[in-house]
T-cell receptor
Framework: GAGVSQSPSNKVTEKGKDVELRCDPISGHTALYWYRQRLGQGLEFLIYFQGNSAPDKSGLPSDRFSAERTGESVSTLTIQRTQQEDSAVYLC????????????FGDGTRLSIL | GESVGLHLPTLSVQEGDNSIINCAYSNSASDYFIWYKQESGKGPQFIIDIRSNMDKRQGQRVTVLLNKTVKHLSLQIAATQPGDSAVYFCAEMSGANSKLTFGKGITLSVRP
């Protein structure tokens, strides 16, 4: 079946520009997560959605980062006025509702800020 | 603060041998644990999970062991194959639909 789909797979942009990253979760998965992975590092939590509400935004690094979700489907992560330290792979995961549900990941968007 | 960590940064094993990857966690409230495999340029791939009410779970060629007393998690891979070469992450979660806390990862290298 279809997995988590992210687009674009790669994005190169100039410092100061805004970027928008997209995530299509697995159908039927009500929970959606965004993580950031810097080169050679583990994953860093950014934000979690249950349906279209975001109970946990604790990982967003600054007010330049925001995310939205339409119903129980597509989510977009927006980074405004990008900085070089924003360069990373941005990963999206989705899961079913409930306790002990594995999160399934997409292949990420590799963001490079020049 | 709470953290999940891995004891070794790299592990090199001979093809056909068994591999054991260890992980320590510090959040005693964690009740769900997952092992992921990540290949270059790909997202983490779910391998196996275990809930805190269990101490062992087996999959195909993989076994996860959980020792809550010492807050230790391990992943055993039987008859390691070249395709098992990747970075492995343990991750822990507390509560329903919560964020995962990941360790830094360990690289498994399989020698032919």
């Amino acid at each position: 079946g279809a997995g988590v789909s992210q687009s674009p797979s790669n994005k190169v942009t100039e410092k100061g520009k805004d970027v928008e990253l997209r995530c299509d979760p697995i159908s039927g998965h009500t929970a959606l997560y965004w993580y950031r992975q810097r080169l050679g590092q583990g994953l860093e939590f950014l934000i979690y959605f249950q349906g279209n509400s975001a109970p946990d935004k604790s990982g967003l690094p600054s007010d330049r980062f925001s995310a939205e979700r339409t119903g129980e489907s597509v989510s977009t992560l927006t980074i405004q006025r990008t900085q070089q330290e924003d360069s990373a792979v941005y990963l999206c995961a989705s899961s079913r509702a409930g306790t002990g549900q594995p999160q399934h990941f997409g292949d990420g968007t590799r963001l490079s800020i020049l | 603060g709470e953290s999940v960590g891995l004891h070794l940064p790299t592990l090199s094993v001979q093809e056909g041998d068994n591999s054991i990857i260890n992980c320590a966690y510090s959040n005693s409230a964690s009740d769900y644990f997952i092992w992921y495999k990540q290949e270059s340029g790909k997202g983490p791939q779910f391998i196996i999970d275990i809930r805190s009410n269990m101490d062992k779970r087996q999959g195909q060629r993989v076994t996860v062991l959980l020792n809550k007393t010492v807050k230790h998690l391990s992943l055993q891979i039987a008859a390691t194959q070249p395709g098992d070469s990747a970075v492995y992450f343990c991750a822990e979660m507390s509560g329903a639909n919560s964020k995962l806390t990941f360790g830094k990862g360990i690289t498994l290298s399989v020698r032919p």
